[in-house]
């Protein structure tokens, strides 16, 4: 079964600062999907980024941006320049290519504070 | 509506209780899902609808717990015989279409269970 590991609980950051957080993921899959969700104390998950497992490029959105490996099966992300607004807890999440469901596979989540 | 609506909120339920919780997903969304957050843990899956078909239930941890969605628009999960371990955020998320896809997911607020 695919499984998504985020080993650091916690990560703090100064504003204006780059900060890089990790995941690891197993799967026998050679298609497949990985996602960071950012959720605020509101709940509601918001997608941050995303990456098809089949391109090598690593994606890019303004301050976000991924370091996709893999071989290692490593999917870290950066945030350049960080601002207040990012403090929230950031998931990593896995999904199969195709299937018969949209199903994602979290991690445990890493709580992010940015001091000002 | 403009987002992924959940209620109630917050649900407060003695133990033993039966509790429905509701969620209201963007109007013309294909796909409709449910998640189980624990405290301090990323979602996990429950459920998966696919317009009113229920295709993908291995998420459900016991028989207590029923989703449907009869119309292919509204969504109801009911907890039967509430126990202390059902307490969790259930989240509800919707996206535009069917699987095969690594489309965004948008989510709603949660509603937050605590089973005294």
């Known amino acids: 079964a695919q499984t998504v590991t985020q080993s650091q609980p916690e990560m703090s950051v100064q504003e204006a600062e780059t900060v890089t957080l990790s995941c690891t993921y197993d799967?026998?899959?050679?298609?497949?999907?990985l996602f960071w969700y950012k959720q605020p104390p509101s709940r509601q998950m918001i997608l941050v980024i995303r990456q098809e497992a089949y391109k090598q490029q690593n994606a890019t959105e303004n301050r976000f941006s991924v370091n996709f490996q893999k071989a290692a099966k490593s999917f870290s992300l950066k945030i350049s320049d960080s601002q207040l607004g990012d403090a929230a807890m950031y998931f990593c999440?896995?999904?199969?290519?195709?299937?018969?469901?949209?199903?994602?596979?979290f991690g445990t989540g890493t709580l992010l504070a940015v001091q000002p | 509506g403009a987002g992924v609506s959940q209620s109630p909120r917050y649900k407060v339920a003695k133990r033993g209780q039966d509790v429905a919780l509701r969620c209201d997903p963007i109007s013309g969304h294909v796909s409709l899902f449910w998640y189980q957050q624990a405290l301090g843990q990323g979602p996990e899956f429950l459920t998966y609808f696919q317009n009113e078909a229920q295709l993908d239930k291995s998420g459900l941890p016991s028989d207590r717990f029923f989703a449907e969605r009869p119309e292919g628009s509204v969504s109801t999960l009911k907890i039967q015989r509430t126990q202390q371990e059902d307490s969790a955020v259930y989240l509800c998320?919707?996206?535009?279409?069917?699987?095969?896809?690594?489309?965004?997911?948008?989510f709603g607020s949660g509603t937050q269970l605590s089973v005294l």
């Open positions: 999440a896995y999904k199969d290519y195709g299937g018969a469901t949209n199903k994602l596979i």
């Open positions: 799967t026998s899959e050679s298609d497949y999907y």
């Open positions: 998320a919707s996206s535009l279409y069917g699987p095969g896809r690594a489309e965004k997911l948008f």
